[in-house]
């Protein structure tokens, strides 16, 4: 979790540094949905990941220099620096790649499970998407399909109260998390904000999976605690809203819990930032030390 926030906060800087170009969607306040999903997951599951994607992909397992590096721009970056923030992919940990298009990792999610099905290679996909992707057509297919063919995958909604400006209850009739018996699947609504309860209700939901149980729908309620991109003032809401879930930030509830449970020192946490700061300062150098793409790389990794 601290990966994915430190991250971002240094990917902000950078990026209003005029470092970085395009769109930037901030996961920070919702880090806990993507960590408690990763560690139910084993090494070779797959995940599908949003334009809001770079917890998935730390989650997963990604490269910190190799995500900078894409985000600068660079060839070292996961796509060439042909990708950015939006686009990255990272097969080799099973990131099936981030997506821009709101509610399109659904179906691919369902395509990679039925190859894990067909294969019978024991691997279950998660598909991480937003609340605003509950009223789209590729999410009523895409989970209509996975129970159809009964396929090991596991739909994960991350409601963060928003898509866009719109307010979640405005944009669906009835809450994503309580749509899994029309479909012929459990579902239930979770706490996002807490790293535990998330691991173990998707460790339930994808040992399921595993055993050819089918799919599950988990939607996990969360908040953004920024704009919807970098851009965004988020005139559309107020303090006290954010006060409220900044209160809930998932960070600060699992150090209050291990500090409670004994489990980790002050000093074990301070170590723990420590690495985190190396890490991302390495990320740094890597992309700034980075090479630009060449314009005779246009077309090269594109489909034309
Ligand atoms: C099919 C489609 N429609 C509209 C858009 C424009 N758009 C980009 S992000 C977004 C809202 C996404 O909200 P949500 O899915 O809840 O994810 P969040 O940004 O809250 O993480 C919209 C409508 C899009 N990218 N794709």
Request: glycine residues 12%.
């Amino acid at each position: 979790m601290r990966r994915i926030r430190r991250f971002e906060e240094a990917a902000e800087v950078a990026y209003r540094a005029a470092k970085m170009r395009g769109a930037l969607h901030f996961y920070i306040g919702e880090e806990a949905t993507a960590t408690g999903v990763c560690a139910a997951l084993n090494e070779g599951d797959f995940i599908t990941s949003t334009h809001r994607g770079h917890g998935h992909c730390i989650a997963k397992g990604a490269r910190l220099d190799k995500m900078m590096a894409e985000l600068y721009g660079r060839t070292t970056g996961y796509c060439g620096g042909k990708g950015g923030s939006m686009h990255i992919a990272d097969v080799a940990s099973g990131n099936l790649g981030a997506n821009g298009i709101v509610g399109a990792g659904v179906p691919i999610a369902v395509g990679a499970a039925l190859g894990s099905k067909l294969r019978n290679d024991g691997k279950v996909t998660v598909c991480f998407f937003g609340d605003a992707a509950g009223p789209t057509g590729a999410f009523h297919e895409g989970v209509n399909m996975g129970s159809v063919l009964n396929v090991p995958v596991v739909f994960v909604c991350e409601n963060n109260q928003y898509g866009m400006a719109t307010h979640t209850e405005y944009a669906n009739a009835a809450p994503v998390g309580d749509r899994g018996p029309a479909y012929g699947m459990p579902s239930e609504r979770i706490d996002g904000n807490d790293v535990f309860q998330v691991y173990e209700r998707a460790k339930v939901a994808i040992d399921r999976a595993r055993d050819g149980e089918g799919p599950t729908l988990i939607e996990a309620v969360t908040y953004r605690q920024k704009g919807h991109t970098i851009h965004d003032s988020k005139g559309y809401r107020d303090e006290e809203e954010i006060a409220k879930w900044i209160a809930q930030d998932p960070i600060e509830r699992f150090k209050r819990a291990v500090l409670e449970a004994k489990a980790l020192t002050e000093d074990e946490m301070q170590a723990i930032d420590g690495e985190v700061e190396e890490a991302i300062t390495q990320a740094e150098e890597f992309a700034e030390a980075s090479p630009w793409p060449t314009l005779d790389a246009i077309e090269q990794d594109v489909y034309v």
